[in-house]
């Protein structure tokens, strides 16, 4: 059966943490933490299949969102601001005057309570918070629980709800880096994407409120191919990134949990199958120049060393017509799952 461990792991301005290890019948281990809901490591067989930390202290400093629970809008908003019944709400900016992932102080920040439990088939931590009216500039008292499922099957299920006492707009999504080889990085790895069309972005990435196909670009996926096998062409989309992040809309959305992502390792032959609810997936993977930010350990992070695949509404939603609404009304319960399964 399933068991989960907790141990006392260090205190931050937020408050003090805990750090829980979630162990499976086939004895592979998913640890996260309350602070930020951050997911730190994923041993498989003993491999470590995630960018992380070994102490709540490094996660303090500088780094990219390594394996948080982002929040109450994961991803952009054009300009920190948005209209909602015809009132404008300003959000605090901390993206080149954008907002990304929630703001300056993010859900990522906070910590979070938390509760375990266990069945035969997963070992369960289910976290929550309440995120006050105007918190970051957002209407509504918004309340919010993750529930984090690790399963007999090397299945990562999550489980996002949220409730609101205002409108408001939601878009939860975690942020954990993937590197399932044993390479320094990806770009070998191979990637399928269940995705015809992909959200070009303006030179502060914000979308232009359109989604093209990806058929004879560098952003078709939909036939596996190597990660790294069109990431320097010449694109005008991939130069504002040096390499990919953006959004693809995933085919044949109805809000059912279906299969959109597979990454697979030639050289171990380990692969991992994606699902979700949600109508769109932000690809990363992690353009930082060497060196830009550190991993565990204390070795710096290699351009390309992960892939994120961040499951969300488009980028910048509220301010996008084209765009399916992350509205959430009083009464609604704002409800997404997506599954990282290891096989």
Known sequence: MPTITSTEWGESPAGKATLFQLINDQGNTLSLTNHGGIITSILMDGQEMVIGFDDLESYLGENPYYGALVGRYGNR???????????????????????????????????????????????????????????????GELRVSCRYEWTNANELRLHYEART???????????TYFNIGAGENILQQTLQLNADRFTPVNDELIPFGENL?????????????????????????IALANGYDHNWELNDYDGSLREFALVTDPVSGRKLRCFTTEPGVQVFTANFAAGQ????????????????????????????????????????????TTVYRFE
């Open 165 to 175: 006492d205002k409108p408001t707009i939601v878009n939860l999504t975690n942020h």
């Open 213 to 237: 196909a990806v058929m004879n670009t560098p952003f078709d996926f939909t036939s596996a191919k190597a990660i790294g096998q069109d990431i320097k062409t010449d694109h005008p989309q």
């Open 77 to 139: 908003i054009g300009g920190s601001q948005f209209s909602l019944d015809g009132n404008t709400f300003t959000l605090l900016a901390n993206n080149n005057g954008n907002q990304l992932h929630g703001g300056p102080k993010g859900f990522n920040d906070y910590v979070w309570e938390a509760d375990t439990s266990t069945t035969k088939e997963a070992a369960i931590v289910t976290l929550s918070h309440i995120s006050p009216d105007g918190d970051q500039g957002f209407p």
């Open 293 to 336: 930010f550190m991993g565990r350990g204390g070795k710096d992070l290699p351009t390309y060393g992960a892939i994120c695949l961040e499951t969300q509404h488009f980028p910048d939603s509220p301010n996008q017509v084209n765009f399916k609404t992350p509205r959430l009304d009083p009464r609604q319960v704002y409800s997404t």
